[in-house]
Every structure is written in structure tokens, then in C-alpha cells.
């Protein structure tokens, strides 16, 4: 399956609106949008994952790997439009602990990996 990532700026925030599925693939795609904005001081990231319904391991690592990049500048990320699936992968690995999670509202209760 193909990535979409589409990116928007609105009052110094950088929007990813991400569409599809983030695996080994298509990882790659998604890891040069985000890099594009890792490296600017206090940068404000929100990724809306409404549209995405599967992560593999590749997708996790890149998004840790954005957290810690955008930290290193006093950067901040959120991620929203978190279905319940991926809700509970973030909780499984202990992303929700680390990066400002919003839950999708409605949706699909369905919470198997």
C-alpha cells in the first residue's frame, strides 16, 4: 500500500496528515517529511494518524526517532486521530508515555494487534 503524507503550516505548527500504512516500505516516505522540520528550534509537530490503521516496528522507530530529534531542539510533538488499535500499540510499547497522544473520537473499539 502506498504513504501519503501531507504537510501544512499554520501559526509556526507543522502539520503530517498521514494516510495509509506505515511499514518497512513505506517508512521511508514518512521519515523524510518528518525530517524536514527535525532540525528547527521549537518546532510544533501534530501527525494526524486518523487515516492510518497500521504501524509495523520501522513506523515506531521513526517516530521515536522524531521525538527525540524535535527534543533536542525544545521541539514538541502530538499525535492525533489515534484509532483504538493504535491506541493500544502505543500503550504495548510505551510511546504514550513519552509523546502527547489524542484519541480518535467514535471509531472502532476493535483493540487486537
Known amino acids: 500500500m502506498n504513504l501519503q503524507v501531507e504537510v501544512s503550516e499554520e ?19 514518512l ?19 486518523s487515516e492510518v490503521d497500521y504501524i509495523d516496528s520501522t513506523g515506531l522507530g521513526i517516530f521515536i526517532g522524531f521525538y ?4 533536542e531542539q525544545n521541539g514538541y510533538v502530538k499525535m492525533t486521530g489515534v484509532n483504538h488499535r493504535l491506541k493500544r500499540l502505543f ?9 502527547d497522544i ?9 483493540a487486537s494487534l
Open 102 to 110: 489524542e484519541i480518535e473520537e467514535g471509531g472502532s473499539d476493535d
Open 91 to 99: 500503550e504495548i510499547t510505551g510511546i504514550d508515555k513519552i509523546i
Open 31 to 49: 521519515k523524510e517529511r518528518l525530517t524536514s522540520v527535525q532540525k528547527t528550534p521549537n518546532v510544533q509537530a501534530v501527525i494526524d494518524l
Open 68 to 71: 527525540k530529534a524535535l527534543q
Open 11 to 29: 501559526n509556526l505548527v507543522h502539520y503530517f496528515k498521514v494516510v495509509g500504512e506505515v511499514d518497512a516500505f513505506t517508512a521511508p516516505v
